[in-house]
C-alpha cells in the first residue's frame, strides 16, 4: 500500500536571517504570552501547501514544479515587519513578511504546474516566514505590544538560490521537515545589494 506524504514547497532564509529573527524573537519571548516558537531551523517560506500526497506522485510532482522553475534566477528576499493572522488582536499565527516580487512569479508558476497536476488553485498568498503558533491568549496584550513596537523592523534580506519540497512530518514540539527534492535557480541573476540587506 503506498504511503501518504505531507509536502509543501518553500524556500529558506540564510542563516544571518535565522539568527536576525531569533534575536528579534527573543525580545517578544520575553513577554508573557503563550506561544510555541518556530525553530531556527525550521524557519520558512511556504510558497504551497500540498496536503497528504501519495508518495508515487512525487516524482511526477517534482518534475512539473522543475519545468516551472526552469529559467528562474537567483533573487533577493527582503525580511521585514512583523503582525499576526488573522489580525495582531486575535492572533493565531505570529509572522515575519517577506517581500520579494520574483517568489510571486515563482509561487505563480508553481501554482499553475501544480493545477496541470491536479490539484486546485492557491487563493491569495502573502509571503511570510511563521515565527510562532499562539497557544492561548494568556499574557497576549504584552505579546502585542512587543510585536507592535517591532512593527516595520527589517530584518535583512537572503539571497535565494533555490526551491525545496518538504515532505512534514507532525510533531507536538513542532514539524520537522524532510527535504525530498531541491530546485536550484540556475538562470542568471544579479547579487549586487545583498551585502547591504543583512545590515540591521
Ligand atoms: P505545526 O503544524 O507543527 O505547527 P507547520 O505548520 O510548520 O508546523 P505543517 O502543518 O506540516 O507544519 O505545514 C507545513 C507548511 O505548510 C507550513 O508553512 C504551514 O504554514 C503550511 N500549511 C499548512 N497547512 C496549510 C494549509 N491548509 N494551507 C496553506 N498552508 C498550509
Ligand atoms: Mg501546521
Request: aromatic share 8%; net charge positive.
Amino acid at each position: 500500500m503506498s504511503e501518504r506524504y505531507r509536502c509543501f514547497f518553500a524556500v529558506d532564509p540564510c542563516d544571518d536571517l535565522r539568527r536576525a529573527v531569533t534575536s528579534a524573537r527573543g525580545t517578544v519571548a520575553a513577554a508573557a504570552g503563550d506561544v510555541r516558537w518556530t525553530r531556527p531551523e525550521s524557519l520558512h517560506v511556504t510558497l504551497e501547501f500540498l496536503g497528504d500526497v501519495q508518495s508515487e506522485r512525487i516524482d511526477a510532482i517534482a518534475a512539473a514544479a522543475s519545468v516551472a522553475f526552469d529559467g528562474s534566477a537567483p533573487f533577493a528576499m527582503r525580511a521585514r515587519g512583523i503582525g499576526a493572522f488573522p489580525t495582531l488582536r486575535r492572533p493565531r499565527v505570529l509572522w515575519i513578511g517577506i517581500e520579494a516580487p520574483p517568489l510571486k512569479t515563482l509561487a505563480a508558476a508553481l501554482d499553475a504546474a501544480l493545477v496541470r497536476c491536479g490539484f486546485p488553485a492557491s487563493g491569495p498568498w502573502r509571503p511570510h516566514l511563521t515565527i510562532g503558533r499562539v497557544r492561548s491568549l494568556r499574557g497576549s496584550a504584552e505579546t502585542r505590544g512587543r510585536l507592535e513596537a517591532l512593527g516595520e523592523r527589517d530584518f535583512g534580506t537572503t539571497w535565494v538560490e533555490s526551491v525545496q519540497l518538504y515532505r512534514s512530518h507532525l510533531q507536538p514540539g513542532g514539524s520537522v521537515y524532510e527535504e525530498l527534492a531541491r530546485f536550484p535557480l540556475a538562470g542568471g541573476g544579479d547579487k549586487e545589494g545583498v551585502a547591504d540587506g543583512h545590515r540591521q
